[in-house]
Every structure is written in structure tokens, then in C-alpha cells.
Nanobody, 129 residues
């Protein structure tokens, strides 16, 4: 199992930037695809971005492409999401999540189709216009 804890949320004006971080604890970090989800009030939780252990397989939802960057520091067992050019529609609770996938299979898996079993508590991001 893996335990996840997010940090870095907050309030920012439109056009600004924020960086989210997620600290993982547990074993075998290499066997987890890591992702960021978000959920705004009255909407379903959506996958924003995901990354394989090696970083060779990355997914972004269309609405954040070119604005958000996901990366992970495997030695520190951390996941990050750098968000720039933020828009009011990016306002949501952001969750760090992990999907258990053997590391050798991660390169070819469709990251948006995985089952993410492990979740952090979420961190609020508010973008004002």
C-alpha cells in the first residue's frame, strides 16, 4: 500500500501559478502510476494528469495541456504538479492518487483508463477572476 498527502494548494488570481506536491509513503514506489485528479462543486472527479514511474508515459487532460506540468522525484517519493496561466475554471479540490501497475507495464498503459486505488485527502485550489 501507499499513503499520500498533498500540499501546496491555495488562492491565486487568474493568470497566476501554483505548485502542488504529494508525498508518498510505503513501499515499492516504482509500481505506482501517479496522478492528479480534481473535483469542482457539482462535478465529477476528473483526471488532470498522470505519470509513469520513468516519466516516459504522461497524460494531460486537454484543458490543461500547455499550462500544467507533472513530474515526480522517485528518490524522494514525491509527485508534483506545476500549474501556470491558471483560470477560474481550474478551481477545484485537487487529489493525488496512485494506481498499482508493475513498472515494466507502465510505459504502454493508457493512464486515463487505470484504476486509481489510493488517494490523498485533497487540497483546495481557488483561482479568482
Amino acid at each position: 500500500q501507499v499513503q499520500l498527502a498533498e500540499s501546496g494548494g491555495g488562492w491565486v488570481q487568474a493568470g497566476g501559478s501554483l505548485k502542488l506536491s504529494c508525498a508518498a509513503s510505503g513501499r515499492t514506489f516504482s509500481n505506482y502510476v501517479m496522478g492528479w485528479f480534481r473535483q469542482a462543486p457539482g462535478t465529477e472527479r476528473e483526471l488532470v494528469s498522470a505519470i509513469s514511474y520513468s516519466g516516459s508515459n504522461i497524460y494531460y487532460t486537454d484543458s490543461v495541456k500547455g499550462r500544467f506540468t507533472i513530474f515526480r522525484d522517485n528518490a524522494k517519493m514525491t509527485l508534483h504538479l506545476e500549474m501556470s496561466s491558471l483560470k477560474p475554471e481550474d478551481t477545484a479540490v485537487y487529489y493525488c492518487a496512485a494506481a498499482s501497475v508493475p513498472v515494466l507495464l507502465q510505459r504502454t498503459r493508457i493512464l486515463s483508463g487505470l484504476k486509481y486505488d489510493y488517494w490523498g485527502q485533497g487540497t483546495q485550489v481557488t483561482v479568482s477572476s
